[in-house]
């Protein structure tokens, strides 16, 4: 069969008329510079206030250096607590999150009901701050690691539930079916296929999850929930600016550690996840049916015992004495007849309202800021590898302050209110959104980009043309999951004076008016959850 | 055998023979829908002790579908199935386990877990006669392991027992799924197209043993294939499928490759 290119009549068929469409990219945009210039005035975001700032924090630098350290035993013993505070909280969230992801995969079989609580369960967990954990359970537990610990294991059973149940569902069912036709119980077939098989990437989301738990614990102490973070909230308290600038390069110093520690791990846990290339996992034993010891096995038991150790050690750091444990069953009862019916008053609403609109504005600056430095840190439009590097090296100091640290030190500055906590956010979404944008524009195809290059293409344009399109979902999805993270912590930076929804968290919690508290943290599940909810349908409409 | 039509114009086979008293395996008029697809009519068959049964049909046949009705992963639209005097159909939850642990089920890509030992994937086809769960291979009971070795040894494969499954090669990795089968001590293996994905060496060592094992053991085995040369040299009765009804069902000795053959012209006939 031949076909004629010319024979056809070149005029093309009317097109279809499509509906006029606001794309949802712009929507987004719009809507966050209207909350942008709103906030601003809200929170009196201006350039002279700026500047203003910035030389009342130069003044507290000043007062910073030069930094001491006090006793390094104490210091050492304060590091220790904080990271086991983390290891039990990640530990007891772990445990709870194999039944909790199980139950709310898609593959679970038993009852919808359990499915559903399940999914409930990890949803408010996850929406919920550890910090606001920390402060509710800080009334139950009384001041000290206990309420440090259980905060961390709460809010992380919901991170760590989700991502377990999404590792079940990647694996294969067909093994599971098999055991399972060979007359196997439900939870025999869980263990010894899915769990058995998901084994390696549990154990990188624990990993994962262990390094952002450090990252919380070291600030908990500000709230009397233990670990270092007492420490650094009683020198600022007491104006031992030196003091306070010796811890905070103490804990900037083990979260960068850990953060080297926790990649290097994970690159090898990665690499075990393909462990073809070792075929004998033991040998042979002292008779057929028992496996031997290879040198594989012997290191594997070492570290499981060591982390069992680890843990167990952790648990009895965080462990209640048994008067203050009986004691608690009744407080949580108090706690929880309080909480209902939750008193929504005008205070409530303008204090979620500030910690909405610190984190909305916060995020806006944060992204622009964030993707210039990302540009800047990678070769796509200006290629200076000095600027790069040291764009890198101060992200990844900054990342290391956590948030309220900085709301802390701002507020020390500027005195309270919003706006210090407005500039502590500004910062760390600064951070977060151009490590974000830095990885997915170094991960980009490029291939396009090459392309326009040898067509004569200059960068601007190679990068408006090649790189933009491929990047602008990425640029969407993070920098909304970057203002999701910033509202957890608008929610919480109150605690120290800076502005939201914390001081009245806090204050309801210390004066008992739990109705306050938990009208609070409903007000706070709604707020996140419907930015989640817009974050998937925006992420759903631009993929 | 007679082979008549259905009042629909489908072939229908009726048995001369009738069946045997120790039959494993009964279907009596067994219709299977899904949703509002009917993907077997009026089926009727029985398998008898030590029986091996080679399942032949196009895809799509139902051949699938009619093994795991056998061992109750899906439940008959109507009609009655009997295995080992039980009716999956009606069985509770623990009932169905409990028969589940007499009838093996050997599947196209195995279902082993890669990543642990063979010795541990044959170790889960015990776990039906244990409790609690079970996660690596000491924590199973001494005697079981030792079953374990021996049932590996059966299966040429006592010296990869401490092998990860996934470096096995498929035949190999079969094998261990045949191993786990005789874990369970079974009355009845049924397999799914076992040799599907295998090589034409490694399909024929597979099902010389499958047949070597069902005469030592005296299970019976209910196997679909499509390779008619397989069929016609390791079963004992061949059953046709076709567009979800049996139209063959006779014993091998009686059957020629063209009488299989012609199941699947058929089909891509009226395909066309």
Redesign the interface.
């Known amino acids: 069969m031949t076909t004629s290119l010319t024979a056809e009549p070149l005029e093309a068929p009317p097109a279809p008329k499509r509906p006029r469409r606001i794309s949802p990219v712009l929507l987004v945009c719009a809507v966050y510079i209207a909350l942008t210039i709103y906030g601003c005035w809200w929170i009196g975001v201006s350039l002279e206030a700026v500047i203003a700032g910035a030389a009342d924090i130069g003044r507290l630098v000043e007062r910073m250096f030069p930094p001491t350290f006090g006793n390094p035993l104490e210091v050492a013993r304060m590091l220790l607590e904080t990271l086991l505070i983390a290891v039990a909280g990640t530990a007891i969230a772990a445990v709870l999150s194999v039944p909790l992801g199980a139950a709310a995969s898609d593959r679970f079989t038993g009852p919808r009901v359990v499915q559903w609580l399940a999914r409930a369960v990890i949803m408010v967990t996850r929406a919920i701050p550890s910090l606001v954990f920390a402060l509710i359970l800080v009334r139950v537990f009384g001041l000290g690691p206990t309420a440090g610990g259980l905060a961390i294991a709460l809010h992380s059973v919901g991170m760590i539930g989700k991502m377990f149940a999404d590792a079940f569902e990647e694996q294969d069912p067909?093994?599971a079916?098999?055991?399972?036709?060979?007359?196997?119980?439900r939870?025999?077939?869980?263990?010894?296929?899915t769990?058995?098989?998901a084994?390696?990437r549990m154990a990188a989301i624990v990993l994962y999850r262990l390094d952002i738990n450090v990252r919380a614990s070291a600030v908990l102490g500000i709230v009397g929930a233990g670990g270092i973070g007492v420490a650094l909230q009683t020198a600022i308290g007491t104006l031992n600016y030196r003091y306070a600038a010796g811890i905070i390069i103490v804990i900037v110093a083990l979260l960068l550690v850990l953060e080297g520690v926790s990649v290097l791990v994970q690159r090898r846990l990665a690499e075990h996840a393909h462990?073809?290339d070792?075929?004998?996992?033991?040998?042979?034993g002292r008779n057929?049916?028992?496996?031997?010891w290879t040198r594989r096995r012997v290191i594997r038991a070492i570290t499981v015992w060591g982390l069992i150790a680890v843990v167990a050690w952790s648990l009895w750091v965080i462990a209640p004495d048994p008067d203050r444990a009986l004691r608690s069953l009744e407080s949580t009862w108090r706690l929880l007849i309080g909480m209902f019916p939750p008193a929504f008053s005008p205070a409530v609403f303008a204090g979620l309202w500030e910690s909405f609109l610190m984190a909305i504005t916060a995020t806006t600056f944060g992204v622009v800021i964030g993707l210039i430095l990302a540009i800047l840190s990678t070769d796509l439009v200006v290629r200076v590898p000095v600027v790069s590097t040291i764009l890198r090296v101060v992200v990844v100091l900054v990342r290391g302050v956590p948030d309220l640290v900085w709301a802390l030190l701002f507020v020390a500055a500027l005195g309270l209110g919003p706006f210090p906590g407005f500039l502590a956010l500004t910062i760390s979404s600064t951070a977060l959104a151009a490590k974000f944008f830095t990885d997915s524009l170094q991960n980009l195809d490029p291939l396009p980009m090459r392309a326009l290059e040898s067509a004569g293409a200059g960068r601007l344009q190679v990068f408006v043309a090649g790189v933009w399109p491929q990047f602008m979902p990425s640029f969407v999805g993070n920098g909304m999951f970057t203002s999701d993270l910033a509202l957890r912590e608008s929610a919480v930076l109150g605690v120290v004076g800076a502005g939201g929804i914390g001081f009245l968290l806090q204050e309801s919690t210390r004066t008992l008016h739990y109705e306050t508290t938990s009208a609070i943290v409903l007000g706070l599940l709604v707020i996140v959850l419907a930015l989640e909810v817009g974050a998937r349908w925006i992420r759903r409409a631009i993929l | 055998m007679v082979v008549t039509t259905h009042e629909d114009g489908a072939p229908r086979v009726e048995r001369g023979a009738p069946a045997p008293a120790a039959a494993r395996i009964r279907f009596e008029h067994v219709d299977k829908s899904f949703h509002d697809k009917q993907v077997l009519h009026d089926i009727s068959f029985t398998a008898s002790a030590g029986e091996f049964i080679a399942l032949v049909g196009p895809s799509g046949a139902g051949k699938s579908t009619l093994l795991r009705l056998i061992n109750g992963m899906h439940k008959p639209t109507s009609g009655s199935i009997t295995v080992l005097d039980t009716s999956p159909a009606d069985c509770s939850r623990r009932e169905l386990q409990r028969l589940r642990a007499r009838v093996g089920f050997i599947f196209q890509q195995f279902g082993l877990v890669g990543r642990v030992t063979a010795l541990e994937n044959v170790l889960m086809g015990a776990l039906s006669r244990l409790r609690a769960p079970r996660y690596g291979i000491i924590s199973y009971p001494r005697a079981l392991r030792e079953r374990a070795v021996e049932m590996l040894d059966r299966v040429g494969l006592a010296d990869q027992r401490f092998q990860r499954c996934d470096t096995l090669s498929g035949g190999q990795q079969q094998r261990v799924a045949i191993a786990r089968t005789l874990m369970q001590n079974a009355a009845i293996v049924l397999a799914d197209e076992p040799v599907a994905s295998l090589d034409p060496t490694a399909s024929v060592d597979v099902l010389e043993m499958l047949r070597r094992l069902s005469q030592e053991d005296g299970f019976t085995v209910v196997c679909s294939l499509h390779q008619v040369d397989l069929a016609l040299s390791h079963s004992d009765r061949i059953v046709a499928v076709r567009e979800g009804r049996i139209i063959l069902d006779q014993p091998t000795a009686e059957t020629t490759g063209n009488d299989i053959h012609s199941v699947y012209r058929r089909a891509s006939e009226s395909a066309e």
């Open positions: 067909l093994a079916d098999a055991v399972e036709a060979a007359g196997a119980r939870a025999q077939t869980f263990i010894a296929t769990l058995t098989r084994m390696p462990e073809g070792v075929a004998m996992l033991f040998s042979p057929a049916w028992t496996p031997g």
